[in-house]
C-alpha cells in the first residue's frame, strides 16, 4: 500500500489561500480608500458649515446693534422733548432745539427701522419682525402724533408730563424688545 502523505502547504499558500485573510485585506483596501475619500469631504462641510455660521452670527450681531441703535435712538430723542416740558426739566429753549432734532432725525431713523424690521425677518423671525412694526404703529399713535399736536398748540406742563411717562414706558418697551430679539439668536452674554 502505498499511501500518500500529504505535502504541506506553504506559508504563503496557507495565508493568502485562506478566505479570511483575502476579506480582510479587501475590508482594509476599502477602509483605505473610503476613509481617503469621506474624511476630506466630512471636514470640508464641517468647514463649510461653520464658515456659514460665522457669517450669520455676524449679520445677526449687525442686525442687533443696528435695531439698538435706532429704537434707542428715537425713544431718547421724543424723551428729550418731552423732558423739556416737565416741571423738572422745563427749558424752553432745550425743547425747541430737541424738536428740531427729532424733526431733522425721524425720517431716516424711520427709513432704518423698516429696512431693520426686514432685515429680522430673515435673520431672526417674521414674529419678531411684526412686533417691531407693532411697535411702530404704536409709536407714531400714542408718541409721535400726540407730541406734534401738543408741540404745535403748546400743550400744558400737565399734558407734557404724560406724554413724558408715555415715552419712558415706550423706551421699557424697545429695550425689552431688544432683549428679545438677543434671546431670539441667541446673542446673548451667556452664548459668548
Known amino acids: 500500500m502505498n499511501q500518500k ?10 495565508v493568502f489561500g485562506n478566505e479570511s485573510f483575502i476579506e480582510k485585506l479587501f475590508l ?6 473610503l476613509s481617503g475619500l469621506i474624511i476630506p469631504y466630512v471636514g470640508t462641510e464641517i468647514q463649510r458649515n461653520k464658515a456659514r455660521n460665522d ?34 426739566g422745563h427749558n424752553e429753549e432745550m425743547h425747541k432745539k430737541a424738536f428740531a432734532r427729532y424733526s431733522e ?11 431693520e424690521s426686514i432685515r429680522v425677518k430673515s435673520l431672526a423671525s417674521a414674529e419678531t ?14 408718541q409721535d402724533s400726540p407730541m406734534n399736536i401738543l408741540y404745535r398748540e403748546k400743550g400744558s406742563v400737565c399734558k407734557w408730563e404724560q406724554l413724558h411717562k ?22 446673548t452674554k451667556g452664548d459668548i
Open 5 to 14: 502523505i500529504p505535502k504541506e502547504k506553504s506559508i504563503l499558500t496557507k
Open 28 to 33: 482594509l483596501f476599502l477602509t483605505a480608500l
Open 55 to 88: 457669517i450669520v452670527l455676524q449679520a445677526q450681531s449687525k442686525l442687533l446693534e443696528d435695531v439698538s441703535k435706532t429704537l434707542l435712538t428715537y425713544e431718547t430723542l421724543l424723551l428729550d422733548i418731552s423732558w423739556f416740558k416737565t416741571d423738572k
Open 105 to 115: 432725525r425721524a425720517v431716516d431713523l424711520l427709513a432704518d427701522w423698516r429696512v
Open 129 to 142: 419682525s411684526k412686533k417691531l412694526d407693532s411697535f411702530q404703529l404704536t409709536m407714531f399713535h400714542i
Open 166 to 187: 408715555i415715552n419712558a414706558d415706550m423706551l421699557f418697551q424697545a429695550q425689552k424688545l431688544i432683549s428679545d430679539l438677543a434671546i431670539e439668536m441667541k446673542i
